[in-house]
């Protein structure tokens, strides 16, 4: 404590005359203030109390620092002078050269006032007013929440508000303006005769957000202007009016909740004026005017602390109205799906329900299956007294569609597995399971070249056998530990185990991959099996430093010991001696990723699928890249759109596939940051998907993006074009998107 007086008192109470106990009795019912001074002076004729040198007064968890101040019992005014701080219990402070409070601190008049908010804006002003604490009115009032200049505090912050009048209001949370002006760089450029936003220590407010304007071929000019709704603290809604001179209106909403056990979001919109695409691929031109619109929603809640239920459900009037009204658009298909999950020790079941959307003008919508219901449940066991483990499996499945097969389907099975050591220091991995499969189907086809459609009642057995080896090779020194592991599997079952009158529903897409490599059932779904007996065969290697990252690879193949195969021509498993697949991975720092998968085609070694990754460069100048290719297989059968779920395994088109994509982030200055990205097919002479740079500034208070984007995709009423962007971000107040240029 420094040195002089330090007196506790309730409100400079000296009782010396009538008035000043009529003011000590006032004073008694007033909050307790602690004052700290250097010196105190009392003059009892004129009622006055001086405290001078460090003055500091606390009252209501506000602290008051002046160099001197002065208490007048008569009028219950205390004047504060040199050096004034004012203190709040939510972070801000006042600074002035004079101010005289009153009221507990609570009211009073500031001269020069000038007020740092709780998130380091600023206010001042030449005058101001303080009522009742919460609210205080500056007259020619500026704000800002940037830095000032440390070299020349005198300039102009980068952007400021100045106001006739600015109200801070504490209570309410908002700061207003009248007669207000905005000033980027000291040059005027907006004028408003009334303006609001929330205050710093707001996380969520009412009210408009920054609008979007732009203009383009598929839109023409569009304008929208958000505004923002909180209902109560847990929940709200925001409005996205869309207005366009091209393709209509659209009203577009989101609501958000949040629940003690769960949580809500629903997003959906409505429009009128556009031309959808008519969904025939044989005629993709637009349609007539008609309403339009999408809804996304999702939702998750605990029902109990062992089961949960949730959705999420995507749905749009037609295949291009996402992209050409730019919301979000998840892949070719847009999926809807109701779940609940039960969650146990060593169990877990789920019932579902999916229905899907296709996105993509060549599939039509009335072949895609809804399933409902789905459900299936695993369990597993304890290990047993020689460390086995047992797991039974359950599942079902209900499967429409307006056009094609439609299949019911249950199956169970059992899975015993056994991990022990050999002799010499190698690992096993046995493996027993049995699945048994039942189905009813109806409109089902028995053959590719099936002209008639039948139904069916039938099923399976299907007992299935692995060993799995592997024989790691352990080698330890002072830097790294290499690891070199031998791989081997055997697995036996029935040969056949995949007849024609089963249909094929999920078992469809696969492609021969290091990740299946080792795998009993390398078949996805339950619709098909692995049947027959094969050797799989690999190494695998890798380095390991807990200082430097690591790096790993492996290569494998496969052996069918029968010329018939369940898979498919192009999947690299149709001919007894697979394709040779492999990966690696190569981590030696943080500041490189690299991966590199292929297939090779087992005769001459030729590339049949080749994927590889790379992400480079420290934070401030960080690449990425990635490119795929897939080799073609010329079509063997020709199979109508409506009947390719169906039969026996069916050979279709794969086509030859090149892309490359590209992105680099680099940060220039302190506050400038470039980045590129580009997004390339060399398939069929070579198009761009999509490509683009932007350019940022960014500082403490304010942020600017410039971008160009090029986007090559075509389909319906969505045509290439080149779009340019800027995008200001206002500290406090929010983001304006403007599209400077449309071209398509």
Same mark, same amino acid.
């Given at each position: ?191 408003? =005769? +009334?303006?609001?936003? &929330? *205050?710093?220590?707001?996380?969520? #407010? ?7 304007? %732009? $203009? !383009? ?58 031309? =959808? +695409?008519?969904?025939? &691929? *044989?005629?993709?031109?637009?349609? #007539? ?7 996304? %929603? $999702? !939702? ?445």
């Amino acid at each position: 404590m420094r040195g002089g007086t330090f007196i506790t008192v309730l409100v400079f109470a000296v009782t010396v005359s009538s008035t000043a106990h009529a003011a000590l009795e006032s004073a008694s019912k007033s909050e307790p203030i602690l004052f700290q001074a250097d010196e105190v002076q009392y003059d009892q004729d004129l009622g006055l109390t001086v405290a001078k040198g460090n003055v500091e007064i606390t009252q209501n968890d506000q602290l008051l620092l002046a160099d001197t101040v002065t208490y007048n019992q008569r009028t219950d005014v205390v004047t504060a002078t040199g050096h004034v701080s004012l203190l709040q219990p939510t972070g801000e402070i006042i600074f002035a050269d004079y101010m005289e409070l009153h009221d507990n601190l609570r009211d009073g008049f500031i001269k020069d006032v000038r007020m740092l908010l709780s998130d380091r804006s600023r206010m001042a002003g030449n005058t101001a007013r303080r009522v009742d604490g919460n609210r205080t009115e500056l007259r020619r009032g500026v704000y800002s929440p940037c830095e000032l200049c440390k070299d020349d505090p005198t300039k102009p912050p980068v952007w400021q508000i100045k106001a006739e009048e600015i109200v801070h209001d504490r209570e309410a949370q908002t700061v207003e303006y009248h007669d207000a002006i905005m000033e980027f760089d000291g040059w005027p450029i907006f004028y408003t =005769p +009334y303006f609001s936003h &929330p *205050d710093p220590s707001v996380k969520r #407010a009412s009210g408009f957000l920054p609008p979007t304007v %732009g $203009t !383009g071929s598929s839109l023409g000019y569009h304008a929208t202007t958000p505004y923002f709704w909180v209902i109560d603290k847990d929940k709200d809604i925001t409005f996205r009016p869309l207005l366009t001179t091209s393709a209509g209106v659209v009203l577009d909403q989101e609501y958000r909740q949040a629940f003690g056990f769960g949580k809500l979001d629903l997003d959906g919109s409505v429009g009128y004026g556009g031309r =959808p +695409y008519s969904g025939n &691929p *044989d005629n993709p031109t637009p349609g #007539a005017r008609t309403v339009r619109g999408h809804f996304f %929603g $999702t !939702g998750l809640f605990d029902v109990n602390p062992d089961v949960r239920a949730g959705f999420n459900v995507q749905r749009a009037s037609d295949q291009t109205y996402l992209l050409r009204y730019h919301f979000p658009q998840p892949n070719n298909f847009l999926t809807s799906h109701v779940y609940a999950e039960d969650f146990g020790a060593r169990s877990y079941g789920n019932l579902s329900a999916y229905a899907f959307q296709s996105l993509n003008p060549t599939v039509g919508n009335s072949i895609q299956p809804i399933v409902a219901p789905a459900g299936s449940y695993n369990w597993i066991s304890q290990p047993d007294n020689i460390g086995g483990r047992l797991q039974i499996m359950g599942s079902m499945v209900n499967l429409e569609r307006r056009t094609g097969a439609e299949i019911r389907r249950a199956s169970g099975g059992t899975e015993w597995s056994l991990p022990f050591n050999g002799p010499l220091g190698d690992r096993f991995t046995l493996l027993l399971g049995t699945r048994i499969d039942g189905y009813n189907a109806d409109n089902v086809m028995w053959a590719a070249t099936d002209t008639t459609l039948h139904t069916e009642n039938t099923g399976r057995v299907f007992p299935q056998a692995a060993l799995l080896w592997r024989y790691p090779w352990v080698r330890h020194d002072a830097m790294a530990n290499e690891v070199i592991e031998p791989m081997a599997a055997f697995v036996a079952a029935p040969n056949g185990g995949n007849p024609g009158r089963i249909p094929n529903e999920d078992s469809q897409g696969f492609e021969f991959d290091e990740t299946s490599l080792f795998r009993p059932n390398r078949l996805p779904g339950y619709d098909r099996v692995d049947s027959g007996q094969r050797a799989d065969y690999g190494l695998h290697g890798g380095i390991y430093n807990t200082r430097y990252g690591s790096s790993s690879f492996l290569v494998g193949q496969s052996y069918r010991l029968q010329h018939q195969s369940p898979f498919t021509i192009g999947s690299g498993l149709e001919t007894p001696l697979s394709d040779i697949v492999g990966r690696t991975v190569i981590s030696p720092t943080d500041e490189l990723d690299f991966f590199y998968r292929f297939r090779l085609n087992k005769s001459d070694l030729a590339m049949r699928r080749q994927e590889t990754g790379l992400t480079a460069g420290p934070q401030n100048l960080r690449l990425s890249a990635s490119f795929i290719a897939f080799n073609g297989v010329p079509t063997l059968t020709q199979i109508p759109a409506n009947q390719i779920n169906f039969g026996t395994p069916i050979f279709t088109t794969i086509q030859s596939t090149d892309q490359v994509s590209v992105a680099l982030n680099a940060t220039l200055t302190r506050y400038w940051s470039i980045a590129l990205h580009d997004t390339r097919s060399f398939s069929g002479g070579g198009t761009t998907i999509n490509s683009g740079v932007a350019l940022t500034y960014r500082d403490d208070c304010f942020a600017i993006t410039s971008s160009i984007e090029q986007s090559g995709i075509r389909i319906g009423d969505v045509h290439p074009g080149v779009t340019m962007l800027l995008s200001f971000v206002f500290k406090n107040l929010g983001e304006l998107d403007v599209h400077a240029l449309s071209v398509e």
